[in-house]
C-alpha cells in the first residue's frame, strides 16, 4: 500500500522494487496528476533541519581485503547464525519446512552492512508513526476502501474475494475495537533527486521481525572483532527492536482482550522453511509475557474453528486472543473454499486481527495509488506537517485509465514498473514487458487494466557487497531497500501503542529487477549510517 512485507517463500508480503526518477520529459499536470519530481519539492522536514540530500558513503573496497580475511569473516558470521538462530529451512531437505530443527541452513545475509545516510534513516523512523496512523484511519472508512477497489474485483478474483469478506463485515456492522497493526514501510533512495522514496506499506505478514534483529546483531558482532581491520565502527549500526516491539505489542493486545487463558494464534503456510523468523516472536511472547502461541494453517482453522455466540474464537478447544497472519496475502495461501470459510470465521469473531480485513486492504498497491492523488490524503489526516511529510516519500503512481501516462510509459517503459496486487517477490514488470504488456491491455480492452497500476522507477546507487549464501560468499554490485517496521495498538478511542519498531534492510543484485528475500532474489542486511 501507502508504499507491504517481505518474503523468504516465506511469509509477508513485500517485493524488492527496483523503482527512478521520471525524467524531465514527464511534465506535471495537476488533473492527471502526471508527476515530474523536479517540481515536487515539499518543505524541508523541521525536526530534520539540516537534513542534507547526500548519497550513501561507500565502506567496501574489493580490492582491500584479500580472501583470507573474507572467509575469516565467513566463518565467524556462519558460527554466529548457527548459535543465534539466524537459519532458514533448507529447500533441498524435505521436511524442512515442517519439522523444527530438521534440515536448517544459515539465512542468506550480506556478510558486512550496507552504507545509508542518517538524515534519509532518521526521516524514515519519523514517518512511520504517521503511516501506521493512516492505515488505521483507513480501515475505518469501508466506502473508501471499497470504492477504490470496485473496479479492481472486476478484474482480479482475490482482490474480489476479499472485498466480500469486507463487504460482509460492513453489513453486519462488524466493529473492530482493538485494532493491532504491524507494519512495514519499504523505501529506496532515489540516486537522480537524492529522496528517500516509498516503495509500498506493507500490512500483513510483514516477515523477518526476528532476522531483522538478528542479521543486526551479527553485524555489530563481525565489526567489534574486524572493525579496526575494516576501517568500520559497530556503534554505527543501529540498535534494531524488531523482534521485541512486536511481541511487546502482541502481548499489549493479549492483554486488552482480557482473557488470560487465550492464546496468541500464528496462522502460517502448511510448508513453512522460514518458521525461524516466526518462532523468534513466539519465543519472546513465552519467555517475557508468558504468553502461549499456537500455530495453525488456514484449513486447519477451517476445520477445527469455531464462533461462539459471545464472539469467542475457538481453534482446537483454545480460546484464541490475538490472530497473527504469516500467511493469507497471495492467492497460493487459499487452494480451497477451506480457507476463505477460515479467513471469513476468524473476521466475524472477536479476536483481535493482526491485520483485520481492512487493514488488509488499507495495503493494497490500488488504494495507495489513490492515496497519491490530490487531495486525497486530506480525507483521512489534518495536520499539513504530517501530510507534507508523507507526500514527501511518494513516489510517481498511476492507474492504467490515464491515457497519458500509458503513452508515456509505452514509449519509455524503462522508467516504470508494473505492479499487480500481489503481494510477495516475483510478480512486477520490468522494461520492454511493461509495454507488451500496456499494448495486449489496449487490444483485449480495458477491463484488466484495473488489476495494475504504474509506478515509476526508482534508480538506487550501486555497492560493492559480499553476498553470503549456501556458506559461500560472493563479490557483486547491489541495490538495497530499507524497510522500518511500525507498530500500532488501539483500543476504541485509546491510542496505546504508535511507534517504529525496528528495521529490515535487504540487498540483491543490482542486475536483478525483484527483490524478495524468500523468494531467492535477495538477502537479509543492516545499516550502517553515515
Known amino acids: 500500500m501507502v508504499g507491504g512485507c517481505s518474503s523468504l517463500?516465506?511469509?509477508?508480503?513485500?517485493?524488492f522494487i527496483a523503482t527512478t526518477t521520471l525524467s524531465s520529459s514527464l511534465k506535471l499536470n495537476p488533473q492527471s496528476f502526471i508527476f515530474h519530481l523536479n517540481l515536487r519539492k515539499p518543505p524541508p522536514l523541521r525536526c530534520l533541519s539540516s537534513l542534507t540530500m547526500e548519497s550513501p558513503k561507500p565502506i567496501l573496497d574489493f580490492g582491500?581485503?584479500?580472501?583470507?580475511?573474507?572467509?575469516?569473516?565467513v566463518y565467524d558470521a556462519l558460527v554466529w547464525s548457527s548459535l543465534h538462530g539466524l537459519v532458514v529451512g533448507d529447500k533441498t531437505h524435505q521436511r524442512s519446512g515442517t519439522v523444527p530443527g530438521v534440515g536448517m541452513m544459515h539465512a542468506p545475509i550480506a556478510l558486512l552492512p550496507t552504507p545509508f545516510p542518517e538524515s534519509y534513516w532518521n526521516q524514515a523512523c519519523e514517518v512511520a508513526p504517521i503511516f501506521n496512523e493512516l492505515v488505521d484511519r483507513i480501515s475505518l472508512d469501508?466506502?473508501?476502501?471499497?470504492?477504490?477497489?470496485?473496479?479492481?474485483?472486476?478484474?482480479?478474483?482475490?482482490?474480489?474475494?476479499?472485498?466480500?469478506?469486507?463487504?460482509k463485515m460492513l453489513e453486519s456492522n462488524k466493529r473492530e475495537e482493538i485494532r493491532l497493526g504491524l507494519h512495514r514501510?519499504?523505501?529506496?533512495?532515489?540516486?537522480?533527486?537524492?529522496?528517500?522514496?516509498?516503495?509500498?506499506?506493507?500490512?500483513?505478514?510483514?516477515?523477518?521481525?526476528?532476522?531483522?534483529r538478528l542479521?543486526?546483531?551479527?553485524?555489530?558482532?563481525?565489526?567489534?572483532?574486524?572493525g579496526d581491520h575494516l576501517g568500520l565502527d559497530s556503534k554505527r549500526v543501529p540498535r534494531n527492536g524488531s523482534t521485541s516491539q512486536f511481541a511487546d505489542a502482541m502481548a499489549k493486545a493479549w492483554l486488552e482482550y482480557n482473557n488470560p487463558r487465550a492464546v496468541v494464534m500464528v496462522v502460517v503456510q502448511p510448508d513453512e522453511r522460514n518458521m525461524y523468523d516466526q518462532h523468534w516472536l513466539s519465543s519472546v511472547l513465552r519467555e517475557k509475557h508468558n504468553i502461549v502461541t499456537i500455530r495453525k494453517s488456514l484449513a486447519e482453522v477451517e476445520t477445527e474453528g469455531r464462533v461462539h455466540e459471545d464472539g469467542t474464537l475457538t481453534v482446537g478447544g483454545q480460546a484464541v486472543s490475538v490472530v497473527y497472519y504469516r500467511s493469507g496475502y497471495t492467492p497460493r495461501d487459499y487452494p480451497s473454499e477451506s480457507e476463505w470459510n477460515a479467513r471469513l470465521l476468524i473476521e466475524q469473531s472477536s479476536a483481535v486481527k493482526c491485520p483485520s480485513i481492512a487493514y488488509h486492504l488499507a495495503g493494497t498497491k490500488k488504494i495507495q495509488q489513490e492515496l497519491a492523488k490530490p487531495g486525497v490524503l486530506e480525507r483521512f489526516m489534518d495536520n499539513k506537517d504530517d501530510i507534507a511529510k508523507l507526500r514527501k516519500c511518494f513516489a510517481g503512481l498511476w492507474s492504467l485509465?490515464?491515457?497519458e501516462i500509458i503513452k508515456k510509459a509505452i514509449e519509455k517503459p524503462e522508467l516504470f514498473v508494473m505492479k499487480p496486487q500481489r503481494e510477495g517477490g516475483g510478480n512486477n514488470i520490468y522494461g520492454d514487458d511493461v509495454r507488451e504488456n500496456l499494448l495486449r491491455l489496449q487490444r483485449e480492452g480495458e477491463e484488466e487494466n484495473a488489476a495494475y497500476i504504474l509506478m515509476q522507477r526508482i534508480f538506487p546507487k550501486v555497492s560493492n557487497v559480499f553476498l553470503l549464501r549456501d556458506g559461500v560468499y560472493h563479490k557483486d554490485q547491489a541495490i538495497s531497500e530499507l524497510g522500518v517496521y511500525g507498530a500500532y495498538l488501539r483500543n476504541k478511542e485509546r491510542v496505546i501503542i504508535n511507534e517504529h519498531s525496528g528495521y529490515l534492510m535487504r540487498t540483491k543484485v543490482s542486475s536483478s529487477d525483484e527483490g524478495g528475500v524468500a523468494a531467492g532474489y535477495a538477502v537479509l542486511d543492516s545499516i550502517y549510517l553515515n
Open 185 to 212: 514501510s519499504d523505501y529506496m533512495l532515489d540516486e537522480e533527486t537524492k529522496s528517500l522514496l516509498q516503495i509500498e506499506m506493507n500490512t500483513i505478514s510483514c516477515s523477518f521481525p526476528g532476522f531483522g
Open 215 to 226: 542479521v543486526t546483531e551479527l553485524h555489530q558482532s563481525l565489526l567489534r572483532s574486524h
Open 64 to 73: 582491500k581485503f584479500d580472501d583470507g580475511f573474507v572467509q575469516k569473516l
Open 142 to 167: 469501508g466506502k473508501f476502501i471499497q470504492d477504490s477497489l470496485s473496479r479492481t474485483r472486476k478484474a482480479d478474483v482475490f482482490t474480489s474475494r476479499l472485498l466480500e469478506i469486507h463487504s
Open 9 to 15: 517463500s516465506y511469509s509477508s508480503s513485500s517485493t
Open 401 to 403: 485509465d490515464d491515457p
